[in-house]
């Protein structure tokens, strides 16, 4: 309990032998609240398939036994700038990607996240590739940005774009893949024969999707800067590839964001 049951059942279980068989290596934040548990539950099927994967769990997130240090020190909510609540229940941080990169550094063929940033999923395995440092900070808004291109899966292949109706075969709506670069140029693209739409209009609606100031998209491994972004429809591949240059970064910020459960008594 407490993590993503369909990661096991619809991803793991049918999958697993053929990922170990052709290389393909995992990152995923299905482990919820409770990483450990998805983690035992992934080994658990790799021994009745006779697969030998090493698991890593990125740990961390939970501070809910900081609660009293964080309202002493005047923590307060994002928006509206109250006091943390009375009765909290949970406070997960929102971890970005340097532990991923690090555990694949280890040898992990699956790694399992609780919190995290929903790019973060992206960018450690783009650090870990091709070996981009801390301190590069361009690069690491640009594979924050291709992370932020997919992280809410159809949503840039016209799941919720504005000219819907140029959006064709719903039905089979393709999710998106990005395709990168060691310089941090990318292509978004989808699979072939999928409905839906890559184009301007898609990309650039994600872009601005939930990032707040496109100045200083804050995340705990880069501030990025997104103003200077350019989407490029792909000749001959209108309706399915854009190429994504110019993202910016700067150093982060000293803060992580997090997520607070509270309930009323």
């Known amino acids: 309990a407490g993590f993503c049951p369909d990661f096991i059942t619809e991803v793991i279980q049918p999958l697993l032998v053929d990922m170990k ?34 698991v890593a769990v990125v740990d961390g997130d939970n501070i809910t036994h900081r609660e009293s240090e964080l309202k002493s020190v ?10 943390l609540p009375s009765h909290i229940q949970s406070m997960n941080a929102y971890l970005g990607a340097r532990p991923i990169s690090l555990a694949l550094n280890l040898g992990a063929d699956i ?9 973060a999923v992206v960018l450690g395995p783009l650090m870990h590739q091709f070996g981009w440092l801390p301190d590069q900070y361009d690069l690491l808004a640009a594979g ?26 719903w039905d089979t709506i393709g999710f998106p893949i990005v395709e990168c670069s060691e310089d941090g140029t990318f292509r978004l693209t989808k699979p072939p ?14 872009l601005v999707y939930e990032i707040g100031d496109p100045t200083a998209y804050l995340l705990p491994d880069v501030s990025c800067d997104f103003t200077r972004v350019k989407i490029s429809e792909v000749p001959g591949q209108e309706g399915s590839a854009v190429r994504v240059t110019g993202a910016r970064g700067y150093r982060p ?11 009323s008594k």
């Open 144 to 169: 924050s940005l291709a992370g932020h291109l997919v992280e809410c899966g159809a949503q840039s292949t016209g799941g919720i774009f504005t000219d819907w109706h140029e959006v064709s075969d």
């Open 193 to 206: 024969g999928t409905g839906g739409l890559v184009s301007f209009g898609t990309a650039a609606e994600q």
């Open 21 to 54: 068989t052709k290389g393909v290596r995992v990152v995923s934040n299905a482990g919820g609240i409770n990483p450990y548990a998805c983690a035992a539950a992934v080994k658990m099927i790799a021994a009745k398939s006779g697969v030998d994967v090493k």
């Open 111 to 119: 790694v399992v996240t609780g919190r995290c940033v929903d790019s």
């Open 253 to 263: 910020s000293n803060d992580y964001k997090v997520k607070t459960k509270s309930f």
């Open 74 to 83: 005047g923590i307060s909510c994002l928006d509206s700038e109250s006091p």
